[in-house]
């Protein structure tokens, strides 16, 4: 995608996925992609927090029920912040929040929903190797029924309790489809997909590229293929309606 390109979304649109996902190949260009794999790994030790099968970096500040304290965005960020604004999902919103999320081969993202801390659009570019999103119908859309849980508090995201009914229904029988994430891509997913639909990353090494991938017309896989992973930053890329206005001044 050349700079100046204006992209016209309609074209991206993945029919066979619930409303509304949009996959775009080749958001940013290659020379982009390792500026931003470089600044990642550029970023001072203390920024990573480790978690029990990946590692992040959260920039912008920390979503918080009761407000974020915002932290001013990196020029290296705040580049696609703006990029990403200019698609118009966001309204007349420019996101201020990233997670940045590094996956090794046999990592992955249990199924969860980002829940009510960001404005329900999300957007994920995607570094270095593939990936395989997939999703998963809701047992319920009921907040009530939702709860947060340890491993993604800091992020806000929100995992499903298991009791629901008599039986559970298991992950298997709740899939409808996927997305393929090429490196340099970007995924953006709103409206019922965002709401009412979960989404995770498989923890394994090889991808088994099928029909169930939504968007494979946008992508150079072919069904049939077997795709190793490799380490793979994602930039989650949102928009946190609640800042907090501190008084507290630094310096002068
Ligand atoms: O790595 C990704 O593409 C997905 C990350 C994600 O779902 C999240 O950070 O909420
Ligand atoms: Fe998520």
Known sequence: MAADDVIDLNTFILEKLPPTIYYIPEFI??????????????APKPKW????????????GLPHPKGMIAEKMPQWLGTYCDKIALLG??????????????YLPGQGIM?????????PVVSNITLGSHSVLD?????????????????????????????????????EERYIGSVLLEPR???LTMNDMYENYLHGIADVKKDQINEKMANL???SAVQGEEKDRNTRISL?????????????????
């Open 111 to 119: 199924p969860h929903t980002d829940g009510p801390l960001y404005y």
């Open 185 to 187: 891509s970007l995924v």
């Open 135 to 171: 999703f998963y119908h809701s047992i319920s859309s009921d907040a009530d029924n939702i709860s947060s849980t340890g491993d993604t508090m800091a992020e806000g995201h929100q995992v499903e309790k298991k009791e629901d009914g008599n039986r559970e229904i298991s992950l």
């Open 29 to 42: 260009t290659e020379e982009e992609e390792k500026a931003l794999w470089k600044s990642v790994y550029d």
């Open 217 to 219: 017309h946008l992508t």
């Open 236 to 252: 989650t890329i949102r928009f946190v309606p609640k800042v907090l206005k501190t008084k507290i001044k630094l310096g002068r």
């Open 89 to 102: 999902v966001f309204q007349d919103k420019t996101p201020n929040h990233v997670l940045v999320n590094e």
């Open 49 to 60: 927090t480790r978690l029990l099968n990946r590692r992040l970096q959260n920039w912008g």
